[in-house]
């Protein structure tokens, strides 16, 4: 039987295990339409919060603002996103998302998600909503810190 730290240690592996898989995953449907999994990252992040400031997109990416700034000249010019500069403020830029950019978003997502569900068929229900339940309990936790 596992110790309370043995068992966080091995849990933290297969967390680290599935984040490292979903963002192969992210970088291969990106990589399949043509663009980096950071460009595609910058697209969720938009499409999930709304129009952000440029400010905000570098904190959401951990990121120098030259390299938010690089993404969003990429995403801008291929038509996914668009930059709206605030009429009190002309320095406040806000990087909105623009239908190309949601259906490319919509698309992906749905494609992760029957890759998921394809998975998911191989547990019964039970163990299903058991492991929903402790993913939930598991991330509200963390985001409590």
Request: charged share 35%; aromatic share 4%.
């Amino acid at each position: 039987m596992l110790d309370n730290k043995e068992l966080a240690g091995h849990l933290d592996s297969l967390l680290q295990r599935i984040s490292n898989s979903t963002h192969k995953q992210k970088s291969f449907f990106a990589e399949e339409i043509g663009i980096s999994r950071q460009q595609f990252d910058v697209l969720c992040i938009i499409y999930e919060k709304g129009q952000v400031t440029m400010g905000d997109l570098c904190k959401e990416i951990s990121s120098a603002c030259s390299t938010a700034t690089d993404l969003a000249d990429k995403l801008e010019k291929a038509g996914y996103v668009e930059r709206i500069r605030e009429k009190r403020d002309r320095r406040v830029v806000r990087l909105n998302i623009l239908v190309k950019g949601e259906k490319l978003v919509k698309t992906v997502i749905r494609r992760r998600t029957e890759t998921l569900s394809d998975i998911l068929e191989s547990f019964d229900q039970e163990d299903r909503m058991r492991m929903i339940s402790c993913l939930e309990t598991l991330t509200d936790k963390f985001e409590r810190l």
